[in-house]
C-alpha cells in the first residue's frame, strides 16, 4: 500500500513540467556525452553539478541522473560505428558491436542496443522499487572476502575474453595489472610507481588509458587508410533495423542474464558499469554453445554487456538510496549535490524526502522511455555520420577525447596518459595483443588487491576466511569449476569447436 | 635555490609596491582551487564563500576543481602560482598539515609554501559502532582495547585522514592500540560498518548521525571540546575519559607563500564578512560545520599547532613514509 502511494506520489513528482523539462534535458545531455568518445557520464555531471545549485533539488537529481543513464545509452554507439568507445565501459561493445557494423548490419545493431538498454533498465528499477531495502540488506553481507571472491570470479571468467592466443591475452590481463598498481598503496599510504610525479599518485585514470587503447590507438590505425565499406551505407530504413525471429530469439536470453548481473553488480557499492559489462560478456562466452561466433557479430555479445551496463547504473541507485552508500564513483558525485541541497541520503531518505525518493525514480522510466524514443529515429542520423570523410571526423574525434579527458579532472597530465596509451595500443595492435584484457585487469586487479589484503587483515592473517564465509566460499567454488571446465572444453561438442577454435588461432 | 630566489624577488615586490597594492586588490577575477572534484564539503564551502567574497571585493571568484591524491595535486598546483592573492586554495587538515608530517616525498611544503589567509571551519568526529554492539561507551572500548591490542578494528578512508589520524590519537591518549582497517573512501568503510565486518570508526558527523538517527549506529563520543548540535547527548572525549583529546577536521583559505600581508587582509575581511551572513550561517548549520574565521597571523599560529600535534602522533604510530 505504502509503495503505491509512493508511486503516485512519484509519478505526480516526475510528470510535473518542470521535472519533465529536466528529465528531457539530462538524458538528451546524457545521450550526447555517450556517443561523443572521451567525454563521459562522470565529467559531464561534474560540470553540470555547479550550474544545478540554483534549481530545485529534486530537479537537479532527475537532472543529473539523466546524464548518468542517458550516456550508458549513447556509449555504444561509437563503438558499434567506429570501434571507438563513446565511454570507457562502452569498450566491450565493440568486440562484437563494430564487427556486425562491418557486416552491414549498423542499424539492426543500434536497435537491439537501444532495446537492451531499455529493458537492462527497467528490470534494475522494479528491483530498485519493490525490494531495495532488501537487496541493500544482501549487499551489506558482503564483506572483503565476498568482494575478492566475486572479483576472482569475474577475472577467472573472462580470461578466455577475445579470440587469438590465450597467452597474449594473460599476458594483457597481467600487463593491465601492472598498471592497475600505480597509484597510492591503500593499506599503507605508500605512492608506488609514481615516478615522483604528483598525478600518477592516484594511479591512471581508467578514461584515459581506455580512450587511448581504445581511441586513439583506433585513429592512429585508420591514418592513410580508405574508407571502408561502412562509407556507402546509405539511407536507414526501419526494417533493417528489426532483428527478425531467428534474432530475437539469440536476444532475449542474454539480454536477460546481462540484465541479471549488471543488477547484481551494480547493487554491489564499489564497483560499477565497466565491471557489469565484463562479467555479463565473459559469461555469455562461456555459457555460449558457439563461443567462436563472439568477436565476429555475435548478438549475444553485443546483447548481455549493453544490458548488464544499464542494468548497473540503475541498481547503483539502490545502495545510494536505501543507505546512502554510492553504488559507484559517478553516483558518488550525485550523492554530493544531493548534500550541497541540504539532503542528507542515509536511511531516513524514503521517510524524510518521499517526493524526491519516489520522484527521482519515477523520474528513471521516464527518462528511459524517452530515451528509447529518441534512440531508435537517432539510428539514421548516426550511421549518417559515418559518410562524414575520415581526415575530417577523426581530427574532430581526437579533440573530443582530450577534452573528454581533460574535464574529469582539469588535468593535462592526463591529455598526455591518453596519447602515451595510444601509441601503446597502436602498437599492442601491430602485434597481436588484444586490448581488453588490459582493460579487465586494470579494472579487476586492484579491487582484486585491496579485497584480499583488507580480508586477510580482518581475519588476522588466515587465508581460511574465503572457505569459512559461505558467500565467498561458493563464488570461490564456481571460479574452481569454470577453470576446471578449461582443461575438459572439448568432450561435449566434439571436434566441430575443436576445428572453429584453431581456425581462429592466428 | 629556486625559494631563495622566489624569496629575494618576493621580498623586492613587497618593498616597492604594498600600497599600491593594497589600494587596488583586486583587480581581476580571483580563483579558488577546489583539492577535489565537485559535490564534496570542501566544494561546497568554497562556492558559498565565493559568492559572498564576490560581493564583498566587486570582483568575480572563480571555484575551480583540481582533485587527486587527497588535495595535494591541488595544493601543489597554488605553491605554483603567483603570489599576488589571485590564486588561492580551500585547504584540508590532510593537504595542509597532516601530509606535512606524514610524507617528505611531496613535492611541496605543506607548511613553507602558503600563507593561510583564514581557518574558515572546522568539525569534529565522531566515534561510532553499530547500535547491537556489546561497545556502549568509550570506556568499554579502552577497556577491551587494553586487553587485546590490535584486535579492536577502525576503518579509515585511507592513510593519513583526519579520520585516520583520530583514531591514532585515541591510541596514544588511552595507551591502546587499534588494528587499523584502511580503504579507498569513507563510503566504503562505512558500508563495513554497517554490514558488521568492523568495529567502528571515526567518521564524518552529517553523515553518521542520519544513521544514528535511523538506529544503525551508536555513537560513543565525539572529538571535540564541546557537545555538537547534530549529536545532543553525545559526550566528548574529554567527558568519556580522555582528558587532553580533541581532533578536528578543518578546511581554510590558503595564499601562496609571500603574498602581500595587505592582501591577506583584505581577504580576510571578505571572509570575515561572508562568514557573518544568515545564509552561510544556515548552510554550516545544516553540515554540522563550526565557524572558526581565524585571522591571517592566528590562523598559521593554528597549523604550527596542528602540526606539531599530529607530528607527535605520526611519530608515535610509525606512520612516517
Not at chain 1, 26 to 39: A, F, N, R
Not at chain 2, 6 to 30: D, N, R, V, W
Request: glycine share 12%.
Amino acid at each position: 500500500m505504502e509503495i503505491l502511494q509512493g508511486l503516485g506520489l512519484g509519478l505526480q513528482t516526475a510528470l510535473g513540467p518542470s521535472a519533465l523539462l529536466f528529465c528531457f534535458i539530462g538524458v538528451t545531455v546524457g545521450t550526447i556525452v555517450g556517443v561523443l568518445p572521451g567525454v563521459g557520464a562522470l565529467a559531464a555531471i561534474s560540470l553540470a553539478l555547479p550550474l544545478t545549485y540554483y534549481i530545485d533539488p529534486t530537479d537537479a537529481l532527475i537532472m543529473l541522473a539523466g546524464i548518468f543513464y542517458g550516456a550508458q545509452y549513447g556509449g555504444s554507439t561509437a563503438s558499434i560505428l567506429l570501434n571507438l568507445p563513446g565511454t570507457a565501459t562502452a569498450a566491450i561493445t565493440c568486440l562484437d558491436g563494430h564487427p556486425l557494423a562491418k557486416q552491414g548490419k549498423a542499424p539492426l545493431a543500434l536497435f537491439v542496443t537501444a532495446i537492451n538498454s531499455f529493458i537492462g533498465s527497467s528490470i534494475a528499477i522494479v528491483l530498485l522499487m519493490f525490494f531495495a531495502p532488501l537487496v541493500a540488506r544482501v549487499a551489506l553481507n558482503f564483506g572483503s572476502a565476498e568482494y575478492f571472491a566475486v572479483m576472482l570470479l569475474g577475472l577467472v571468467a573472462a580470461s578466455t575474453l577475445t579470440v587469438g592466443s590465450p597467452f597474449k591475452a594473460l599476458a594483457m590481463v597481467a600487463f593491465g595489472i601492472a598498471l592497475g598498481l600505480v597509484g597510492t598503496d591503500v593499506n599503507t599510504g605508500q605512492f608506488r610507481y609514481d615516478f615522483g610525479l604528483l598525478p600518477l599518485t592516484d594511479g591512471f585514470s581508467l578514461v584515459a588509458v581506455a580512450m587511448g587503447l581504445f581511441g586513439v590507438a583506433e585513429i592512429i590505425a585508420n591514418i592513410g587508410q580508405p574508407p571502408g565499406t561502412l562509407h556507402k551505407l546509405g539511407r536507414v530504413r526501419f526494417k533493417d533495423m528489426l532483428p527478425d525471429r531467428q534474432q530475437w530469439r539469440e536476444i532475449w536470453p542474454p539480454t536477460l542474464r546481462g540484465s541479471a548481473i549488471g543488477s547484481f553488480v551494480g547493487a554491489l557499492p564499489g564497483t560499477g558499469p565497466g565491471i557489469a559489462s565484463l562479467m555479463s560478456y565473459a559469461a555469455e562466452k562461456r555459457i555460449s554453445r558457439n563461443p567462436e561466433k563472439f568477436g565476429n557479430g555475435a548478438l549475444e555479445g553485443l546483447s548481455a554487456p549493453e544490458a548488464a551496463n544499464n542494468a548497473s547504473v540503475q541498481a547503483a541507485f539502490i545502495p545510494t538510496l536505501s543507505l546512502g552508500i554510492p553504488g559507484d564513483a559517478v553516483v558518488a558525485v550525485l550523492m554530493g549535490a544531493m548534500m550541497l541541497h541540504g539532503i542528507s541520503p542515509g536511511p531516513n531518505l524514503i521517510n524524510d524526502q518521499p517526493t524526491m525518493f519516489w520522484g527521482l525514480i519515477m523520474s528513471f522510466w521516464v527518462g528511459n522511455l524517452i530515451l528509447l524514443v529518441l534512440n531508435i529515429p537517432l539510428i539514421g542520423l548516426w550511421v549518417k555520420l559515418l559518410s562524414i570523410p575520415y581526415h575530417v571526423l577523426y581530427p574532430c574525434i581526437f579533440v573530443f577525447i582530450c577534452l573528454g579527458v581533460y574535464s574529469a579532472d582539469n588535468s593535462t597530465f592526463d591529455i598526455f596518459v591518453v596519447l602515451a596509451f595510444g601509441v601503446v595500443g597502436y602498437g599492442m595492435r601491430r602485434f597481436g595483443f588484444p586490448a581488453t584484457p588490459v582493460l579487465l585487469g586494470f579494472i579487476l586487479g586492484p579491487l582484486l588487491e585491496e579485497h584480499f589484503r583488507r580480508a586477510m587483515l580482518l581475519a588476522r592473517g588466515d587465508p581460511l576466511v574465503f572457505l569459512e564465509r559461505p558467500i565467498s566460499a561458493a563464488f570461490l567454488a564456481v571460479s574452481a569449476l569454470l577453470l576446471a571446465s578449461a582443461f575438459w572444453p572439448r568432450g561435449r561438442k566434439g571436434k566441430a569447436e575443436e576445428a572453429a577454435d584453431s581456425g581462429l588461432d592466428p | 635555490m629556486k625559494n631563495i630566489i622566489k624569496g629575494f624577488a618576493l621580498a623586492a615586490m613587497t618593498l616597492t609596491a604594498p600600497m599600491a597594492m593594497a589600494q587596488s586588490f583586486p583587480e581581476s577575477p580571483i580563483t579558488i582551487v577546489v583539492p577535489f572534484p565537485p559535490g564534496g564539503s570542501t566544494d561546497l564551502l568554497a562556492r558559498k564563500i565565493g559568492e559572498s567574497m564576490a560581493e564583498t571585493l566587486g570582483q568575480p571568484v572563480v571555484v575551480e576543481n583540481r582533485g587527486g591524491a587527497g588535495g595535494t595535486v591541488g595544493a601543489h598546483y597554488v605553491t605554483q602560482a603567483d603570489p599576488d592573492g589571485y590564486t588561492l586554495l580551500m585547504g584540508v587538515t590532510g593537504s595542509n598539515a597532516i601530509s606535512a608530517v606524514l610524507r617528505d616525498d611531496l613535492p611541496y611544503s605543506p607548511t613553507e609554501d602558503f600563507d593561510p589567509v583564514s581557518i574558515v571551519i572546522s568539525s569534529p568526529l565522531v566515534l561510532v559502532v553499530q547500535s547491537d554492539s556489546d561497545f556502549e561507551s568509550v570506556q568499554d572500548v579502552i577497556d577491551f582495547a587494553a586487553e587485546n591490542p590490535e584486535t579492536f578494528t577502525h576503518g579509515t578512508p585511507g592513510v593519513g585522514t583526519s579520520m585516520h589520524m583520530a583514531a591514532e590519537l585515541f591510541g596514544l591518549e588511552s595507551g591502546t592500540t587499534l588494528l587499523h582497517v584502511p580503504y579507498s573512501g569513507s563510503a566504503d568503510a562505512l558500508k563495513d560498518l554497517l554490514g558488521g565486518q568492523i568495529d567502528s570508526m571515526f567518521g564524518d558527523i552529517l553523515v553518521t548521525s542520519e544513521h544514528v538517527k535511523a538506529g544503525t549506529l551508536r555513537p560513543l563520543a565525539v572529538t571535540g571540546t564541546q557537545e555538537h548540535f547534530l549529536l545532543e547527548g553525545v559526550p566528548t572525549m574529554a567527558e568519556a575519559g580522555l582528558e587532553n583529546y580533541a581532533a578536528f577536521s578543518w578546511q581554510g583559505l590558503f595564499a601562496p607563500a609571500g603574498t602581500p600581508p595587505e592582501v591577506l587582509d583584505t581577504l580576510y575581511g571578505a571572509v570575515s564578512t561572508a562568514l557573518a551572513t544568515d545564509e552561510l550561517k544556515a548552510v554550516f548549520a545544516e553540515r554540522g560545520f563550526l565557524v572558526e574565521g581565524m585571522a591571517p597571523a592566528d590562523s598559521k599560529a593554528f597549523i604550527a599547532s596542528e602540526v606539531e600535534k599530529w607530528g607527535r602522533v605520526v611519530d608515535a604510530a610509525g606512520l612516517k613514509q
